[in-house]
């Protein structure tokens, strides 16, 4: 909701397409700068206190927000910093959220588990933005602020309950450059890992339709912050029943082809929602969006925490963060300022194209990813 909220907003004050696309810069620069330390945070110290923390501080930004905006103060200088400071704190949530999983269930469900966990969120996708348009059109951007402010605290006060193991925390993680680089060299040196970890990247930075929704639904289908919200929510449907369909299968065959599926999915379903012309079609080609981006993601988290030594997971996640995460807000940059000169529906076509081709090349060159099937396929009934 307040990712609506805040691109809407920018959009209202500025009218400029190149205004959201520094939103998604300011984004990225939190994500490159804050991605590797929190990842060694993260393997350093306990995982679930990390998870409180990271949400203690957004509460107080969205709280932030809600006033700036309730007393007229709001400027898109002030959004750009505040989004800074929101992916900042969300770098150090990401690498902790998907460490803990393993500590709570076995490695032959880990499919399953991170299914739910990516349905889960795909779900808040859905219904969010959805709700979050009707609520700018009622209450103004202040009140989804100040709603996003009360969630943060209802996710705290669920977290407290839940026992979580803790994870193994050898004696050479510290906090020094020799920790971080070990990381980072895990990572590069296998194919399998960096080669999957480049796929986020290219979809989510040639395909990354997402920033420009504001545009299509003020200025192509003229269909106001409702309609906004349901463009914003199509792509978590087409997750969501895509991550029901993955959570219920316990083998998957082929996985290295599936992942190199969904993402050449992902970049078909971008190239057609440029051109479909009408709100109906751009409705349908987004929720195929996120059926692509489902099949891919959640084969390929599991691929990597399989493939991670446990005190590895929190700089493995932050490697990936920076691709995962980056790809995006980079993507969101280049799609704003791309727009700005040839117009939202051709940033939206030549993306998509660009993520078909680079996907194919990567599928051709690394055999090892082609032909990836998990080790623990075998072990489930």
């Known amino acids: 909701m307040q990712v609506v909220a805040i691109n809407w907003q920018v959009y209202e004050l500025t009218g400029s397409a190149a205004s959201l696309g520094f939103v998604g810069l300011s984004a990225f620069l939190a994500v490159m700068i804050f991605s590797l330390p929190s990842g060694l945070i993260v393997d350093k110290f306990d995982r679930k206190k990390i998870l409180i923390v990271s949400q203690i501080l957004p509460l107080l930004l969205a709280l932030i927000f809600a006033g700036m905006t309730i007393y007229k103060t709001i400027t898109p200088l002030y959004i750009y910093i505040l989004v800074f400071f929101i992916f900042g704190f969300r770098s150090l949530q990401g690498p902790a959220r998907q460490s803990i999983v393993p500590q709570l269930v076995p490695k032959e469900y880990f499919v399953n588990a991170f299914s739910l966990q990516t349905i889960s969120r795909q779900l808040s996708l859905m219904i969010g933005p ?14 989804i602020y100040l709603f996003n402010a009360v969630t943060f605290l209802i996710y705290i006060l669920t977290l407290i309950p839940i026992q979580i193991k803790a994870h193994e925390v ?25 080669y999957s970890m480049a796929l986020d990247f290219i979809a989510n930075f040639f395909s990354s339709a997402t920033i420009l929704l504001p545009i299509f639904a003020k200025d192509v289908f003229s269909i106001g912050p409702q309609g906004l919200g349901f463009l914003y929510a199509a792509p978590a449907i087409g997750s969501t029943v895509a991550g029901f369909v993955m959570a219920s299968y316990h083998h998957i065959k082929n996985q290295g082809l599936f992942i190199l599926g969904g993402v050449i999915l992902f970049g078909l379903a971008t190239l057609l929602f440029g051109l479909s012309g009408s709100y109906f079609w751009a409705l349908v080609f987004l929720t195929m969006v996120g059926v692509g981006d489902m099949i891919s993601a959640v084969l390929r988290t599991t691929m990597r925490q ?76």
Request: proline share 5%; no cysteine.
């Open 130 to 143: 959805a709700f979050g348009g009707f609520m700018i059109a009622y209450f103004g951007v202040e009140g």
């Open 170 to 194: 050898l004696s050479e993680v510290s906090f020094s450059f020799k920790s971080l680089w070990d990381g980072i060299t895990f990572v590069t040196s296998n194919p399998v890992l960096i």
């Open 306 to 381: 399989i493939m991670t030594p446990d005190h590895l997971k929190g700089r493995m996640v932050a490697v990936n963060t920076l691709f995962v995460q980056g790809g995006p807000m980079a993507g969101e940059a280049q799609a704003g300022f791309t727009a700005q000169f040839i117009g939202a529906p051709l940033t939206a076509v030549f993306g998509g194209a660009l993520t078909i081709a680079l996907t194919i090349l990567i599928g051709l060159k690394v055999k090892k990813l082609r032909e990836y099937q998990s080790p623990y396929d075998n072990i489930l009934p």
